[in-house]
């Protein structure tokens, strides 16, 4: 079994940053992609960012590029998102999730087969 933690929400202005952090534990942890995903009240989940935890190749919604960062230290099974210069629709609950199947696509949710228990970011305009 796979644990993963979430932490570093908070409430923050427009233009301000937070760094969020997913500490996984568990079994030996060797996913295949680790990714970020967060959901507004009303409206589905939606992807945020995918890292691959080996060769390291990332994928970005549109929404966050240029402005959020994935970064993951495999000798501590820790995932990270820098934010940056963020905006209000940012608000959400943000979840860290872990996949272990070779070929599905990084940014759909039925990749993943662990998450966490989320996150809260508030962005105040």
């Known amino acids: 079994q796979v644990q993963l933690v979430e932490s570093g929400g908070g409430l923050v202005q427009a233009g301000g940053s937070l760094r969020l952090s997913c500490v996984a534990s568990?079994?030996?942890?060797?996913?295949?992609?680790m990714g970020w995903f967060r959901q507004a009240p009303g409206k589905e989940r939606e992807f945020v960012v995918a890292?691959?935890?080996?060769?390291?190749?990332?994928s970005y919604a549109d929404s966050v590029k240029g402005r959020f960062i994935v970064s993951r230290d495999n000798a501590k099974n820790t995932l990270y998102l820098q934010m940056n210069s963020l905006k209000p629709e940012d608000t959400a609950v943000y979840y860290c999730?872990?996949?272990?199947?070779?070929?599905?696509?990084?940014?759909?949710?039925?990749?993943?087969?662990?998450w966490g228990q989320g996150t809260q970011v508030t962005v105040s305009s």
């Open positions: 999730a872990a996949g272990f199947i070779y070929g599905l696509a990084p940014n759909s949710p039925g990749t993943y087969d662990y």
């Open positions: 568990g079994r030996t942890f060797s996913p295949v992609y």
């Open positions: 890292i691959s935890r080996t060769v390291g190749s990332t």
